[in-house]
Nanobody
Framework: QVQLVESGGGLVQAGGSLSLSCQVS????????MAWFRQAPGTERVFVSG????????WYADSVEGRFTISRDNAKKTVYLQMNHLKPEDTAVYYC??????????????????WGQGTQITVSS
């Protein structure tokens, strides 16, 4: 059974930082592209960042470019999202997702095979 479990969410003031983790089980992580999406109340789920199978390539939404960093440790079966200089508009539920096998990350949520349950990030002004 494939499971993706996010952790690290919480409440932070604007300008602060948070680090999210996504622990993956039930699949060979190095065969899957990984991504983070987010969904604010009343909006659709949108792409935040993606990372290739071995981590050598990364992609970011324009809104987070330069503030967020995605990384992965295939040996630990974990994907990370370091979020700096957080803004109130970053408030959302953050989801990790897996796409594969042997594919690059996509920006559409319908391109992903597996999803975590999500973790809430709230940025206060």
């Amino acid at each position: 059974q494939v499971q993706l479990v996010e952790s690290g969410g919480g409440l932070v003031q604007a300008g602060g930082s948070l680090s999210l983790s996504c622990q993956v089980s039930g699949l060979v992580l190095m065969n899957y592209a990984m991504a983070w999406f987010r969904q604010a109340p009343g909006t659709e789920r949108v792409f935040v960042s993606g990372i290739s199978l071995l981590g050598e390539r990364t992609w970011y939404a324009d809104s987070v470019e330069g503030r967020f960093t995605i990384s992965r440790d295939n040996a630990k079966k974990t994907v990370y999202l370091q979020m700096n200089h957080l803004k109130p508009e970053d408030t959302a539920v953050y989801y990790c997702a897996a796409r594969g096998p042997y594919k690059d990350p996509g920006r559409g949520s319908d391109e992903y095979n597996y999803w975590g349950q999500g973790t809430q990030i709230t940025v206060s002004s």
